[in-house]
């Protein structure tokens, strides 16, 4: 379409401007005397050039703007999904993997690149866009992670297809098949890896609590599988320390054999303590990587003591219950009766349900003995911590949250951030809150689509006595919003471990503070903090911390950590499997403060459990979303599938662009233009 002028004054305005022009060159070269001996060509070029010149000034006057159309083509999307997991190469033919994989992405690159906008994404733990070459170190799994990553991140973009190359084989995350709804465009999947199943016998899952009480007795639960193993004898030993404690024999008579063997070990040792299960290797295996498989026990000689306080039954009652009595570092003492019937001191925490202005006394003794208190759906909106209500009590709203992107109390995952933003909403107080400066506030209330400033879970102090208040009604719905979702518990006993872990942890008094974990994982990143205090507790940060780490062999590595405002970090990247001591130094005002301690990494075994590609799970993914499967030798036969299918085109968006004709600068130099040629004439033949 081509540009259009669009006039927003009356068109007698452009006449008067015609009239004007035309007034000008007349008076100026009609009958002049000075002009009887030039040719009337000369004169009527001249004459033109003066009206063109006023023409043009005077509607550049009038704000008449120029309205263009712009059409702009793109090319469709093919997301290229790209498995890097390791469990590709893991196989006795690795180095053919890694040398066609490559060469069939890139011969597939060069067909289609021309056609169509290539977006490559790595997978395994997480999704990732990267042009970068595959590794195959990624350690799990997790398709479902890789489908909400591309619906977060290329909704409503024009993708075409998915190229997804991967063994099949997931060992995170949801199910593929009830993923793959979220994916509304064709996936083409290309299987790699062997699919001959071999005999296998492996520990499929190791059962336990991650703490242990000194001198108690704790279970641990062994499942064992074999596969293409009709007969044979095996043991399976738990090591100590490289000593052997406990041995299980047993015969596998079938084809699909799965066992499961209970040992019960005694908790002897303070601290971390690393186990290892480790199954005899049978004839003829050819994965003998997931025979072994180890396990950390961390060993407390205390539990902290919790009291739960409430009037009546309530779902949300329920819904804490579980979720505390799950971490077993914890023991959970309720009262039913409104009052606590024990002194609160000797609890590390006070848990009150639908707090009521008659348990003012039991705030105040918290508050005097330093006992840490959370209120949870208060029925009075008086004395609240944290925070003052001007509410009617009789007036509710159904409001749904989201995490204040400022909180620094503690870490939550990624993961927890998303499920409560779109957790079911909560019945809160109708009213104006009003929070005081020292307050923290973790979780706000949205109404509709607004964030509002209201809190719904809110810290603060009294005289070091940490407390908490959520202001909602309905936390049972997240719980069971969790299951739904994700077949467990896992983020809402994070957010309710989180908390109760922050308000019952006694305040550290030290000068020098370190924070860091005791257990890790093989592919995550071990993050360290930390803390100077002068005399009078202020935070100072100009000493040097020095941090030193021994792996198993005594081989030191140190660092040094960084400065950040007023406190110190370091990210000291991934570790080896295996346990490491660490000791931190530093020296304030002749004052030596050290830090000492274990960090046990832990193998992340899950892409060695199963190494048969799984080419199934892929044909389902490819006829569930209308795609097709194929081989890694049928590239070229992919390449024509894609550009055959029509359904697979450009879209075309049309743009309009408007501005004023006093902005065009072409505009001047045409003006420029018509006025040296009208005096290079007049030089020339008028003399004037």
């Known amino acids: 379409m081509p540009s259009k002028l669009i006039f927003q004054s009356s068109w007698l305005f452009v006449l008067a401007c015609i009239l004007i022009a035309a007034a000008a060159s007349v008076l100026l070269y009609y009958r002049n005397k000075k002009t009887n001996e030039t040719p009337k060509s000369i004169i009527l070029v001249l004459a033109v050039c003066r009206f063109i010149s006023i023409f043009l000034i005077s509607i550049l006057l009038l704000s008449i703007l120029l309205r263009r159309y712009k059409n702009e083509t793109e090319k469709p999307i093919i997301l290229m999904a790209l498995d890097n997991s390791t469990s590709i190469v893991s196989g006795s033919d690795s180095n053919q993997w890694r040398q066609n994989i490559p060469l069939a992405i890139q011969s597939l690159e060069n067909d289609i690149g021309n056609q169509f906008q290539l977006r490559f994404i790595q997978f395994g733990k997480a999704a990732k866009t990267s042009d970068d070459n595959l590794n195959f170190t990624e350690k799990e799994s997790d398709f479902d992670n890789l489908f909400n990553e591309i619906e977060n991140n290329y909704a409503n973009q024009n993708i075409g297809a998915m190229v997804l190359l991967s063994d099949g084989i997931y060992n995170k995350g949801a199910n593929p098949n009830n993923s793959i709804s979220k994916i509304k465009f064709p ?17 499929q899952k190791i059962e336990h609590n991650e703490v242990a009480y000194l001198g108690d007795n704790f279970l641990v639960e062994v499942l064992v599988s074999a596969k293409k193993i009709n007969t044979a004898n095996a043991v399976l030993s738990l090591k100590h320390q490289n000593k052997i404690i406990q041995t299980k024999s047993f015969s596998i008579g079938i084809d699909n054999y799965l066992s499961t063997f209970s040992f019960t070990l005694s908790a002897e040792e303070k601290g971390l303590q690393q186990y290892n299960a480790q199954l005899s290797v049978i004839d003829g295996e050819k994965n003998i990587s997931n025979n072994s498989q180890n396990f950390v026990i961390d060993v407390i000689d205390n539990k902290e003591k919790i009291a739960l306080v409430s009037h009546a039954p309530h779902p949300d009652i329920a819904a804490l219950k579980e979720s505390i009595e799950s971490k077993s570092n914890y023991s959970l003492v309720c009262f039913n009766d409104g009052r606590l019937n024990t ?8 848990i009150i349900e639908g707090y009521q202005n008659n348990q003012v006394a039991l705030i105040n003794e918290c508050k005097n003995s330093g006992t840490p208190f959370w209120i949870i ?11 003052k209500l001007n509410v009617s009590p009789t007036r509710m709203n159904e409001n749904e949250c989201y995490v204040d992107e400022n909180f620094n109390l503690f870490g939550i995952s990624k993961e927890l951030k998303n499920f409560i933003k779109e957790a079911p909403a909560l019945k809160t107080y109708f009213g104006r809150y009003t929070t005081f400066n020292a307050a923290s506030v973790f979780i706000k209330q949205k109404i509709g689509q607004i964030e509002t400033e209201n809190p719904v879970l809110i810290f603060s102090e009294y005289n070091d006595c940490k407390c908490a208040c959520f202001m909602g009604d309905g936390l049972w719905k997240w719980k069971m919003r969790n299951f739904a979702d994700k077949g467990n518990h896992d983020l809402f006993n994070e957010l309710i ?13 030290s000068f020098f503070r370190l924070r860091l974990p005791n257990q890790v994982n093989e592919n995550e990143s071990v993050e360290i903090e930390a803390e100077l205090y002068n005399q009078t507790y202020e935070l100072v940060n100009e000493a040097e911390v020095h941090f030193k780490l021994l792996d198993e062999e005594n081989h030191e590595f140190n660092y040094t950590l960084s400065k950040n405002k007023m406190a110190y970090g370091l990210n000291i990247g991934i570790l080896k499997p295996g346990e490491y001591r660490y000791q931190a130094d ?9 830090k000492q301690g274990k960090i046990m990494v832990k193998a992340v075994v899950l892409e060695k459990m199963n190494l048969v590609a799984n080419h199934a799970l892929l044909r389902e993914l490819a006829l569930k979303s209308t795609g097709q499967f194929y081989y890694l030798n049928q590239v070229k036969n992919l390449k024509e599938t894609i550009l055959k299918n029509e359904n697979i085109k450009p879209i075309t968006y049309s743009e309009i662009e408007e501005s004023y004709l006093l902005d065009n600068k072409w505009l001047f130099l045409v003006i420029l233009l018509f006025f040296s040629l009208e005096w290079f004439l007049r030089k020339r033949y008028l003399l004037i």
């Not at 759906?377 to 925070?387: A, K």
């Not at 308000?503 to 008094?509: E, H, Y």
């Open 497 to 509: 471990g989180k908390t109760v872990q922050y308000l019952s942890v006694k305040k550290d008094k």
């Open 343 to 350: 002194p609160a001191k000797s609890f590390a925490l006070v």
């Open 187 to 203: 996936i083409y999947t290309i299987g790699v890896g062997d699919t001959t199943q071999y005999k296998d016998l492996m520990i």
């Open 586 to 594: 530093v020296k304030d005002n002749n004052n030596l403060y050290t």
């Open 377 to 387: 759906n208060p029925e009075s909106s008086d004395n609240l911590p944290g925070m």
